[in-house]
């Protein structure tokens, strides 16, 4: 497979699993968001939207610079990064559309987990890409706090 077409699937991949996301927190921002108790750190919802957007180019580069490689540990980190990427898209059904903190929590936990894994194992094939996951595991350190807050204020 050409390099383009491998970074071209590699940027739009995780911008359809955050459009898939983005359906079921739509859905809810507007009414069973609003009624429940949110820490006083809760970023406005706008503010989602941005950087998730960033996030998936960045991890998209990220998966582009571990695909294009000829290491032999590519097909277990890719497996590991769509693993990831599956609980990605797991996270906004289980939270907005279950309506449910404590679900969220129960996927953001793992996927949290194996960002971390990512970040340290794709350094052994290239830098960049871990360096690209860098801000996703901390937002996703942040969501994490801010998903346990509303379980624990709710």
Request: aromatic share 18%; charged share 5%.
């Amino acid at each position: 497979m050409p390099n383009w077409l491998k970074l071209t699937i590699s940027l739009i991949l995780p911008q359809l699993v955050g459009g898939t996301g983005a359906y079921f927190t739509i859905s809810s921002v507007g009414s069973w968001y609003q009624t429940i108790a949110k820490p006083s750190f809760n970023p406005p919802s706008w503010l989602f939207g941005p950087v998730w957007t960033t996030l998936y180019i960045l991890m998209g580069i990220g998966c582009y610079l571990i695909w294009k490689s000829d290491h032999p540990q590519k097909k277990s980190l890719l497996t590991l990064y769509s693993v990831q990427l599956a609980l990605n898209g797991i996270w906004s059904p289980a939270f907005f559309g279950m309506e449910s903190p404590i679900l969220g929590l129960v996927v953001i936990l793992p996927l949290w987990i194996l960002i971390f894994l990512s970040v340290k194992n794709f350094k052994k094939i290239n830098p960049w890409a871990s360096w690209l996951m860098i801000p996703y595991l901390a937002w996703v350190s942040f969501a994490s706090v801010l998903n346990f807050s509303i379980w624990w204020l709710n």
